[in-house]
């Protein structure tokens, strides 16, 4: 069990707007630390797509946002396009664990 | 810019322990930080191992951390992974990832191509 919690599947046409959630809890989202997202596509490594909630890296398409309320985090797509059809993480940080790294499960996104 | 590769065996044997290095070009380890190691068993999601500083510092992922050492290479720009008294449970592709961190805040950026290791007898 993942201690942030996302859907296994989500899925949209293209064109359409998607998002994905990334549920957490008191000692990790709820506490205010940051939240972080990754875009795996198929066969290869995860990429940072947001960091800081809300910051995307350059080369990023503004298609892609994030944001943060409560103990839970959002991934938005807009316009969706078949390239991004690939796995998509969330990670923050934990003070209850001791561990500086907790991941969610990850959401597959699929573009119908 | 950064770009990190993984290298070592594909097979390691139950019991045995396993060894990577991550090789890093474009930037010094010595310039600073955070270097780590994250790995996905085939199917399933990430798992943080752990990371180092420049300087040698680190930490652990508590459920990893009795098997774990993580060691860094300024001289040869490199930064290993030993884990040790594998089983098959710990089969899975290893990626190492610049490990930035701000405060506790903290991601990955960029990340190696990853390597998959195999274990079985």
């Known amino acids: 069990q993942s201690v942030l919690t996302q859907p296994p599947s989500v899925s949209g046409a293209p064109g359409q707007r998607v998002t994905i959630s990334c549920t957490g809890s008191?000692?990790?989202?709820?506490?205010?630390?940051?939240v972080h997202w990754y875009q795996q596509l198929p066969g290869t490594a995860p990429k940072l797509l947001i960091y800081g909630n809300s910051n995307r890296p350059s080369g990023v398409p503004d298609r892609f946002s994030g944001s943060k309320s409560g103990t839970s985090a959002s991934l938005a797509i807009t316009g969706l396009q078949a390239e991004d059809e690939a796995d998509y993480y969330c990670?923050?940080?934990?003070?209850?664990?001791?561990?500086?790294?907790?991941f969610g499960g990850g959401t597959k996104l699929t573009v119908l | 810019q950064v770009q990190l590769q993984e290298s070592g065996p594909g097979l390691v044997k139950p019991s045995e322990t396993l060894s990577l290095t991550c090789a890093v070009s474009?930037?010094?380890?010595?310039?600073?930080?955070?270097w780590g190691w994250i790995r996905q068993p085939p199917g399933k999601g990430l798992e943080w191992i752990g990371s180092?500083?420049?300087?040698?510092?680190?930490y652990y992922n508590p459920s990893l951390k009795s098997r774990v050492t993580i060691s860094v290479d300024t001289s040869k720009n490199q930064f290993s992974l030993k884990l040790s008294s594998v089983t098959a449970a710990d089969t899975a592709v290893y990626y190492c990832a610049r490990h930035i961190a701000v405060a506790v805040t903290n991601w990955f950026d960029p990340w190696g191509q990853g390597t998959l290791v195999t274990v079985s007898s």
């Open positions: 990670q923050s940080y934990d003070s209850s664990l001791s561990a500086h790294v907790v």
């Open positions: 180092i500083y420049h300087s040698g510092s680190t």
């Open positions: 008191s000692s990790n989202i709820g506490a205010g630390y940051d």
């Open positions: 474009g930037y010094s380890i010595s310039s600073g930080y955070y």
